[in-house]
């Protein structure tokens, strides 16, 4: 873009003489404008031209984006302004045009940050939630960050429900004790566990303090002591060996499920991974070739649930045959979801649930279980599982010929 400089006056000052484009003739009187460039040097004149062109552009915008929509665009942009050095504010008051005699007080809002800030509704308090939050999903596949997303929609959702779309300054204690409430009535009517409620409430919470911290907004938040009493928490049945063997593997027994999902239930027999660590695996962590076959879970393409989760498992029995028949993995279900969905309705209707509390993850809890009736050592057991240790981790642990013989001796 050609920009016309020139000396204005007898100060020796070069100035940028620019036409006002037409969108902004509505804020703006002048059809042309001349921008001070400070400085008697053309070269240096030069140098600046662009930037204060850009500026000017910037605090026009502010000025037009005066409806609700654009609100907190134009508050940053002010906002911006007013962390600028002392030098550079006073360039921009004598930059504020005149109307009739008169300052444009307008134009002097949006260049000396004298802007209030827009009110944060709660909904929108989510949307900034997303960008303030990007460092919480780094390394997160399409599908977890799905997963990470959706309580906290859901969260969000179900307070504007009881409450409404409030700004964040102005919801109180009463607000949160009404939905606290409103989830005691669900548990009691519904049979649902306070767990339900206090992720709702832990999720509410870190999305409105993340963006009250993030925004230097200084609210005072009524987040406090609102947690439920969870009591016992509940967990899923293991399947016992028999009905692994007599139902889930007998013959036929798994026919009418696809195939993919059906070698993913099968890997889980004997490593007990979870059904997302199965189908998240990339054809190089599966080590068919190797002198003892095995899987490596690893953080590729994906996050783990912790650092334990990262680990080696030997392949033995159906799970190593499974395997065989998809030795790249599962590109069906690798980053998709409806993995655990498909299986437990298949599962359910084909009468192979061993109790109505049982489901897919319950082969998790029958792998563990195994591995404690073979009295295998605590360690090699939380290392084979992807758990924490209850004590501080010395040494590499087994070598992958003892977790071998460790699944070789449970395995199906």
């Keep these: 873009m050609k920009l016309t400089i020139r000396q204005r006056g007898d100060s020796g000052i070069y100035h940028l003489r620019k036409t006002v484009p037409r969108r902004y003739h509505g804020i703006e009187p002048r059809r042309e404008v001349w921008i001070s460039l400070k400085t008697d040097s053309e070269t240096e004149a030069r140098r600046r031209a662009d930037a204060a062109w850009q500026e000017t552009l910037a605090v026009w915008e502010a000025m037009k984006s005066g409806d609700a929509d654009h609100a907190e665009a134009r508050f940053q942009a002010a906002r911006e302004v007013a962390r600028s050095p002392m030098s550079e504010i006073l360039d921009r008051v004598e930059a504020i045009p005149e109307r009739r005699g008169r300052l444009d007080m307008k134009v002097a809002a949006a260049v000396l940050g004298t802007i209030t800030p827009p009110a944060v509704t709660v909904t929108k308090a989510l949307e900034q939630f997303w960008d303030l939050a990007q460092d919480r999903t780094l390394g997160k596949s399409a599908d977890q960050i799905r997963r990470w997303r959706n309580p906290r929609i859901k969260a969000v959702t179900n307070f504007v429900k ?25 548990i009691r009517a519904e049979g649902l566990t306070p767990n339900s409620a206090n992720k709702d409430i832990t999720h509410l919470g870190n999305i409105l303090k993340t963006v009250n911290t993030k925004k230097r907004m200084g609210l005072k938040l009524p987040l406090g002591d609102l947690a439920l009493r969870e009591g016992e928490k509940r967990t899923r049945p293991p399947f016992s060996t028999e009905w692994i063997r007599d139902k889930i593997l007998a013959p036929g ?28 695996l990339l054809p190089q962590h599966i080590r068919l070739d190797a002198e003892i076959p095995h899987i490596s879970i690893e953080p590729v393409g994906r996050t783990l649930k912790s650092q334990y989760s990262r680990r080696v498992i030997p392949l033995a029995g ?11 993995g599962f590109p069906r279900y690798r980053d998709n979801a409806g993995l655990s969905d498909t299986i437990n309705k298949f599962l359910r209707e084909n009468r192979l649930l061993e109790t109505p509390e049982h489901s897919l993850y319950s082969l998790r ?18 290392d084979l599982f992807g ?4 004590r501080e981790r010395y040494g590499k642990g087994a070598s992958l010929e003892h977790k071998a013989r460790v699944i070789a001796s449970i395995a199906l």
């Design 162 to 186: 009881v409450v409404g779309d409030k700004p964040i300054g102005e919801i109180t204690q009463d607000d949160m004790l009404d939905f606290v409430d409103w989830w005691m009535g669900r």
């Design 253 to 280: 027994a798994l026919d009418g499920l696809n195939r993919e999902a059906r070698c993913i239930l099968l890997g889980m027999v004997n490593t007990g991974y979870r059904p997302s660590e199965g189908a998240g």
């Design 318 to 328: 159906v799970s190593l045959a499974a395997f065989r028949e998809f030795p790249d």
């Design 365 to 382: 809890h029958s792998f563990e279980d195994r591995m404690l009736e073979a009295e295998v050592d605590e360690r090699i057991r939380r």
């Design 387 to 390: 758990h924490a240790l209850n």
